[in-house]
């Protein structure tokens, strides 16, 4: 199947700080990626769709401006967490489908990224 | 409201088990349904994709059904092995095209040696 890669899989940061994850198609070009942020023995939510060339769309109750999205190309989308905070810390993970290949419509994931804030 | 209830929340099976996961949703308008696997702090991993107009997929030792019109998917596991012990998602997607998945909150599968 396709593959997504999510980067880093760890990040521990100070509170205040920034920290961007990286998400990347490797093998197929994604025009649109999707952002989840899953909490402890919760389901995936989604947080924001990322679209190629133009602005993310948020969901309900997240901050654009906490969760910057950029999707600068066709197979690399970033999710950065500015000045975050402990309550930020969970498991963030981004999705996109091969709108190519045969398995059009199976959605593949990263690996995840997995942020303490301290 | 979309929503994705999975029963039960956990389960602990002895190796060699046949077993059934649970998956109930509320939304008609399902365009596909896809089951993952998600190991702890990792990624998912895709089991099975149905499409709605499907009744059922089947890789190796799993089989997952879906009954759109009663709104409920099954994900069997047949001749559970310890290394099936991690957390299963059921999920939805509307409509067709490029759009985001829902999910359950999950199974958490224990295979007892």
Known sequence: GAVVSQHPSRVICKSGTSVKIECRSLDFQATTMFWYRQFPKQSLMLMATSNEGSKATYEQGVEKDKFLINHASLTLSTLTVTSAHPEDSSFYICSARDPGGTLNTEAFFGQGTRLTVV | ?113
């Not at chain 2, 077993?19 to 509320?26: E, P, Y």
């Open chain 2, 1 to 113: 409201k979309q929503e994705v209830t999975q029963i039960p929340a956990a389960l602990s099976v002895p190796e060699g088990e046949n077993l059934v996961l649970n998956c109930s949703f509320t939304d008609s308008a399902i365009y596909n349904l896809q089951w993952f696997r998600q190991d702890p702090g990792k990624g998912l991993t895709s089991l099975l994709l149905i499409q709605s107009s499907q009744r059922e997929q089947t890789s190796g030792r799993l089989n997952a059904s879906l009954d759109k019109s009663s709104g409920r998917s099954t994900l069997y596991i047949a001749a559970s092995q310890p290394g099936d012990s991690a957390t299963y998602l059921c999920s939805y997607s509307r409509n067709s095209g490029n759009t985001p998945l829902v999910f359950g909150k999950g199974t958490r599968l224990s295979v007892i040696a």
